[in-house]
């Protein structure tokens, strides 16, 4: 199929709100020619997109008109690939609904810095406090509710306790991440997962059991770990998981 074929093919799928199947056809077309790598790569983001309002419709968690919305921007972005393939545009623009790129370098030096849990954070821990303006969610869920407004969803789970103890490193590196929010301007969203204490079966022990849960809560990163006092001193492990890549607003 030439390149003519593939851009009247892509537009009257479109037309017929058939978004993911034009999408796929470009994105079998792109692959075909590291010229249009940008564009593949703008188009697998665009088809996240559409997957995810897909999902959002199916689990009931948005209402009709923001559906419609996401599928609408949909629709035009694939329009607008179209458009960028016939004028030869192989470094094009945002797209509709694609944001600037986020310092997520930043976050993931952070993260590192976690997990080898740094003096601010100890100093909570040891005095017993939980660091300003850092709340579990109180909702009668598990899941915690992300604002609608915000590109990125951070989930941060309680950390099992595998002694008797009363180390809550999960709220230090949620007030940790949120100062950095602050600082930088990213608009991501940090929410606690919430688990009966006494029910050691709710915790993630595994990589899978935690992207799982993330996945149901719509988190795209999720961060667990587990914690065990001795005498004078802490043993505490993080773990972190980025999920499905492709969402990700880099």
Not at 80 to 87: N, P, R, V
Not at 169 to 177: K, N, Q, S, T, V
Not at 184 to 192: A, K, L, Q
Request: proline content about 4%; hydrophobic content about 40%.
């Amino acid at each position: 199929m030439d390149k003519s074929q593939v851009l009247q093919q892509a537009r009257d799928l479109a037309s017929d709100a058939k978004q993911e199947e034009a999408l796929e056809l470009l994105l079998r077309f792109f692959g075909q020619d590291k010229r249009y790598r940008h564009l593949e790569r703008k188009t697998r983001h665009v088809l996240a997109q559409y997957k995810r309002a897909e999902r959002d419709a199916m689990l009931g968690v948005t209402d009709a008109s923001s559906t419609q919305l996401a599928y609408n921007r949909v629709t035009q972005n694939v329009l607008q690939l179209a458009d960028y393939l016939e004028a030869g545009e192989l470094q094009p623009g945002r797209l509709s609904g694609e944001q600037k790129s986020a310092p997520w370098g930043a976050i993931l030096g952070v993260l590192l810095a976690l997990i080898v849990l740094g003096g601010a954070t100890w100093w909570f821990l040891q005095n017993g406090q939980e660091p300003p303006g850092a709340t579990v969610n109180d909702q009668a869920t598990a899941c915690p509710e992300f604002p609608a407004n915000e590109t990125f969803r951070i989930l941060l789970f309680p950390f099992r306790e595998l002694n008797d103890n009363s180390l809550r490193p999960h709220l230090a590196i949620g007030d940790r991440l949120g100062k950095m929010k602050e600082q930088y301007g990213i608009r991501c969203g940090i929410r606690y997962y919430n688990i009966d204490p006494e029910d050691l079966n709710l915790y993630p022990s595994t990589s899978t059991d935690a992207a799982e849960l993330g996945d149901d809560c719509r988190a795209q990163l999720v961060i667990w770990g587990s914690t065990e006092a001795a005498a004078g001193s802490a043993i505490i492990q993080t773990r972190y998981r980025f999920l499905d890549e492709e969402k990700l607003p880099l």
